[in-house]
Nanobody
Framework: VQLQASGGGLVQAGGSLSVSCEVS????????MAWFRQTPGKEREFVAA????????YYADSVKGRFTISRDNAKNTVYLQMNSLKPEDTAVYYC????????????????????WGQGTQVTVSS
């Protein structure tokens, strides 16, 4: 199973960016997919998650109302649309996936996830 993240880049504050994460490899049906972000010297931070059951979505308070996570089942890809970006959103963004429903309550914790993408840089200039 591989997660390939793409998108990101440089944008001015107030602008928008979209990142995507495609799941490939053996037949894999993730129960939860999520985005985390990390800046140098800090721990990986939860951003947003999507759960297969009920197609529920969850967001960190810092991005609620600005970011939207979505999933295209046909393409086995999860997206993160980021609007009204702020300089503090600058980070390396990582996608993550896991197939276990019994631990899905811990979707906001990085250690819950089995599979990770390689990360993509998002830089927001002021």
């Amino acid at each position: 199973v591989q997660l390939q993240a793409s998108g990101g880049g440089l944008v001015q504050a107030g602008g928008s960016l979209s990142v995507s994460c495609e799941v490939s490899g053996r037949t894999f049906s993730p129960y939860v997919m999520a985005w985390f972000r990390q800046t140098p010297g800090k721990e990986r931070e939860f951003v947003a998650a999507w759960k297969r059951a009920g197609r529920n979505t969850y967001y960190a308070d810092s991005v609620k109302g600005r970011f939207t996570i979505s999933r295209d089942n046909a393409k086995n890809t999860v997206y993160l649309q980021m609007n009204s970006l702020k300089p503090e959103d600058t980070a390396v963004y990582y996608c993550a996936a896991d197939a276990r429903p019994d631990t899905a309550a811990y979707y906001y914790q990085p250690r819950f996830y089995t599979y990770w993408g390689q990360g993509t840089q998002v830089t927001v200039s002021s």
